[in-house]
């Protein structure tokens, strides 16, 4: 049981360059979210999802977008990468709402990835 | 407005004594969740404590106790006979349903607590 993953760990990208994060959950989880954490701003959230094939924006949508075609995965896409996205970018999963108790709340999340933008 | 405000930046506490990370939160929902995560070093975020609106007893996990207040609006996390290994940053968050009724968290920008031997 890996729980949550991240691919890859580090990653350094040009101005310009696309790139796909990858997050993947063995926990059956229905939700997963993308979050960004930038020094003294905690964490931000960028995109969520609430189910295979559906996808939400969060605080900080701009410049990226989001796919989740499987129930296990969710990708993260940047198109054009700007210096603005230098970031540690965590991915976490939960169960669904509307079940009962702490562990349905609880986000669980990867071990993050960090991204340079030069 | 901030919903979830961390006021200390910083603590330092020795060894074994009690330390209190203040947290109050800001939300016009009736259900709502408060979370303590752990962060160390190594950059994992590590879940510590969940509270819920309408529990009415105070959270524990081991060390951990959050003391709910709220009429006050305040989640903070106390941790017991503190030890070297609990230097890390410490992040509350607050869990509401959006508009479509999912749930999202909201984090503080946190407080790095370090354990003085």
């Known amino acids: 049981n890996a729980g949550v993953t991240q691919t890859p760990k580090f990653r350094v990208l040009k101005t310009g360059q696309s790139m796909t994060l990858l997050c993947a959950q063995d926990m059956n989880h229905e939700y997963m979210y993308w979050y960004r954490q930038d020094p003294g701003m905690g964490l931000r959230l960028i995109h969520y999802s609430v189910g295979e094939g559906t996808t939400a924006k969060g605080e900080v949508p701009d410049g990226y977008n989001v796919s989740r075609l499987k129930k296990q995965n969710f990708l993260l896409g940047l198109e054009s990468a700007a210096p603005s996205q230098t970031s540690v970018y965590f991915c976490a999963s939960s169960g669904s709402s509307g079940t009962s108790g702490r562990g349905a709340e609880t986000q669980y999340f990867g071990p993050g990835t960090r991204l340079l933008v030069l | 407005a901030q919903k979830i405000t961390q006021t200390q930046p910083g603590m330092f506490v020795q060894e074994k004594e009690a330390v209190t990370l203040d947290c109050t939160y800001d939300?016009?929902?009736?259900?709502?969740?408060l979370f303590w995560y752990k962060q160390p070093s190594s950059g994992e975020m590590i879940f510590l404590i969940y509270q819920g609106s309408y529990d009415e007893q105070n959270a524990t996990e081991g060390r951990y106790s959050l003391n709910f207040q709220k009429a006050r609006k305040s989640a903070n996390l106390v941790i017991s006979a503190s030890q070297l290994g609990d230097s890390a940053m410490y992040f509350c968050a607050m869990r509401e349903r959006s508009n479509f009724g999912n749930e999202k968290l909201t984090f503080g920008t946190g407080t790095r607590l370090t354990i003085i031997p």
């Open positions: 939300t016009s929902d009736q259900s709502y969740g």
